[in-house]
């Protein structure tokens, strides 16, 4: 029955006008989409270049047309027209094109592919304005271009028709339907660098008509209009709906029945043994499966972990934070011929044992937990925002299946495994036990591939690299640098734990955990590691240690360990001081440093030319080698991500997104920060929170030369130390109560 006061009727009508206003906007969303979506292929639209003599609105042009002016060597057909070898090829454009044109949209039939050839164009001696501008490109005669690479290794294979590719260099006027009134002649200047041998340039077109541009297998929509507003409206009806369902079911009283305590399913005592022992013994047929590709081993060991997470949910979150480092080398095989992502099985398989669990204590009348008081709520709904923006910025895209994949693992998975986080904590009988135990276990699987590393490094055999002169630690990893990235965030509460927690017995484990983790860490010899998060994570841990340890007023000795660790790794990093890769560490006229800044330069560019909706989850790769990739750049063309932080959430998300996961990554920390000051008069508590807040710097820190959240593992981890405060009992003056 409703619940009545003075405005009862007004909150009820608040109610259902979010509900019905969620509903037409839903109803409105879908309509969109359904009017935008591609309908069935359109055989008739294309239309085939043919010679012309003139550039005028309307007209596609074959590459054979006079209107189009060559440089020697060009060897021109009606197909297409291929640049000459040029004796420098470094100093030398392979050939220049000149034409004029009237009319408004300038398009160019542009043939990408597995080969390194780029475009300089300029109109009317300016640049192309829509292709890239990117300050300081210029082209062979010193002016400033529009630019593109030709570059797309992905469209390799497909048959030519297939691969071509319309691209509009230039536009006259900013309203597109003011191109009929242009009337002046604008001059273009084409310069093609490199590219011979794969006839780049196949036609030429002025004003096209809609769908004149449109290939035999392009799909028409009924509204040539973009998709993104029909999800944004989707999204908005589906929370304001949720909205009105959560109020108004507040305001509905339970009516009072018996309570179902016909059996206790699950009791602690009795369960903890047991839970215990299928842990461990799913985990190693588990892992065994996994590594020998036998599918019905690994079903069970999988069946194992759920039943101890039946009974304990904790278990089995405790496997997937162990199994984290290992999800990017091993799948786990689950039928014949197929098998599925540790993270994916993990998150899915966690949402179904907690709700099973549930289901279970439900009829023994336990469902109701200890009060406690609902933390990170706020951190919690700002990723949920951030993954509906990301699912916007995932629909007008280049590659959308490709988008729409990165959205489940990066945005989807980390918000089902926060919210089930937060429910494991809040509602747990023992919620500090479970949270030492996914603390344990994330540590524990931090160690153990930490240890392959250093065996293949002790070996020589595997599970290492080498590059400027020196043999990096990668383990299962395919860089030295993701292992670095993922030991920043683990060494950084190991060492907390293992400096701050006053029992010896407990320091011993940690220890135990600390030296694979800090000296693989080490020998990834990553830059980002050893110059930025190592100092952000040892102040932290100083200067807040110091702070813990005088309002807890014990002794400051312990800190004296962290000079002790500066120690062992300057004794460690000694013999490779001299190597290439520390000798060059300020060289920015070549090398690692002088890349990193020309990825800048084209992602700061990539940001200001999608400064709304970004580039999309996971298409940061194919616009910068084929739109942004600098020429002094061509080394290392196949970067997915710009190695910053900002810039990474720009370019993926547009500016809303940046200031999404800025406000996630800052309530975070800020919460971790207030989880501090709530724990001081527990040392074990926090030590674990001062650990997270470390951990957060260093990702942090090293987020500013490489990548801090855009990998499955990595987002997962910084939801974990987020929402570790979860199910905290109620305090006050500061302190936990336990």
Wanted: glycine content about 10%; hydrophobic content about 55%; charged content about 15%.
């Amino acid at each position: 029955m409703i619940a009545h006061s003075q405005d009862g009727g007004l909150s009820l009508w608040r109610h259902r006008w979010r509900f019905l206003t969620g509903a037409l906007a839903f109803a409105l969303g879908l309509l969109w989409l359904l009017l935008t979506l591609p309908l069935r292929p359109c055989d008739a639209c294309g239309a085939a270049p043919a010679p012309v003599t003139a550039l005028t609105p309307g007209v596609v042009a074959s590459a054979d047309s006079t209107a189009l002016a060559y440089s020697p060597g060009w060897q021109v057909r009606a197909a297409g027209a291929d640049p000459a070898e040029p004796a420098d090829a470094f100093t030398t454009p392979a050939g220049v094109i000149t034409f004029t044109y009237t009319g408004d949209a300038l398009w160019l039939r542009l043939a990408p592919g597995d080969y390194w050839a780029y475009l300089y164009a300029t109109v009317d001696g300016r640049p192309a304005n829509r292709l890239t501008n990117i300050a300081g490109n210029a082209d062979s005669t010193g002016a400033t271009a529009g630019y593109t690479t030709l570059l797309a290794p992905e469209v390799a294979g497909q048959p030519e028709e297939a691969r071509l590719r319309w691209v509009e260099i230039h536009r006259a006027s900013p309203f597109p339907e003011a191109h009929s009134t242009q009337a002046d002649a604008h001059t273009v200047r084409l310069e093609f660098w490199r590219g011979w041998g794969q006839t780049p340039l196949r036609g030429v077109a002025v004003d096209p008509p809609p769908g004149v541009l449109l290939g035999a297998d392009a799909r028409q929509a009924m509204v040539q209009a973009p998709r993104w507003p029909g999800v944004l409206l989707l999204l908005a009806g589906l929370w304001l709906v949720g909205a009105a369902v959560v109020s108004l079911r507040k305001r509905i009283r339970p009516r009072a029945t018996p309570s179902l305590r016909i059996i206790r399913v699950l009791d602690v005592r009795s369960t903890a043994q047991a839970a215990g022992a299928l842990l461990s013994g799913g985990a190693l047929l588990a892992a065994f499966g996994a590594f020998a590709g036998v599918w019905p081993v690994t079903l069970l060991g999988l069946a194992a972990i759920g039943l101890a997470g039946l009974a304990r949910p904790a278990s089995w979150f405790a496997a997937l934070l162990f199994a984290l480092p290992f999800a990017y080398a091993v799948k786990l095989p689950l039928l014949p011929g197929r098998a599925l992502d540790v993270i994916d099985v993990g998150v899915a398989g966690g949402v179904l044992v907690l709700a099973g669990h549930f289901a279970l204590r439900w009829p023994a009348g336990r469902t109701q937990a200890p009060p406690r008081p609902r933390r990170g709520g706020a951190v919690l709904l700002m990723l949920a925002l951030l993954a509906s923006w990301a699912l916007v910025a995932s629909v007008d895209v280049r590659y959308p299946a490709l988008a729409l994949r990165e959205w489940r693992v990066l945005f989807l998975n980390p918000l089902l495994f926060a919210a089930t986080l937060v429910m494991l904590l809040r509602h747990a009988p023992q919620p500090g036990v479970d949270r030492w135990l996914l603390v344990s276990g994330w540590l524990a699987g931090a160690a153990v591939v930490a240890l392959i590393g250093l065996w293949g490094f002790a070996t020589g055999e595997a599970f290492v690299s080498a590059a400027e002169g020196v043999r990096r630690v990668q383990a299962l990893y395919d860089s030295a640098n993701n292992l670095a990235l993922y030991l920043d965030r683990t060494l950084a509460v190991a060492l907390a734990l293992l400096l701050l927690t006053p029992n010896g017995r407990a320091r011993l484990l940690w220890a135990v955990l600390v030296a694979p983790q800090g000296l693989a860490w080490l020998l990834t010899f990553s830059k980002g590691s050893l110059l930025l998060a190592a100092p952000a994570m040892l102040l932290v841990l100083g200067v807040g240690g110091f702070w813990l340890l005088r309002r807890q007023q014990r002794s400051a000795a312990p800190l004296v360990v962290i000079g002790v660790v500066v120690a062992a790794a300057a004794l460690v990093m000694a013999p490779f001081v001299g190597a290439e890769r520390f000798q060059r560490l300020l060289d920015f006229e070549q090398g690692t440093g002088f890349l990193r800044i020309q990825l800048w330069r084209s992602a700061w560019q990539m940001a200001l030319d999608h400064s709304l909706l970004g580039v999309g989850p996971d298409q940061f790769l194919y616009y910068y080698r084929s739109n942004y990739l600098l020429p002094a750049a061509w080394q290392e063309p196949n970067l997915n991500h710009p190695h910053n932080v900002l810039l990474d959430w720009w370019t993926r998300l547009g500016l809303p997104g940046l200031v999404l996961g800025i406000g996630w990554l800052g309530a975070g920390v800020w919460g971790i920060w207030r989880w501090l000051r709530r724990s001081v008069s527990d040392t074990r508590v926090a030590a674990l929170a001062l650990g997270a807040l470390a951990a957060a710097a260093a990702g942090l820190a090293h987020g500013l030369i490489d990548v801090s959240y855009a990998l499955p593992e990595l987002m997962l981890v910084w939801v974990l130390i987020f929402h570790l405060e979860a199910g905290d009992a109620a305090s006050t003056s500061g302190a936990t109560q336990a």
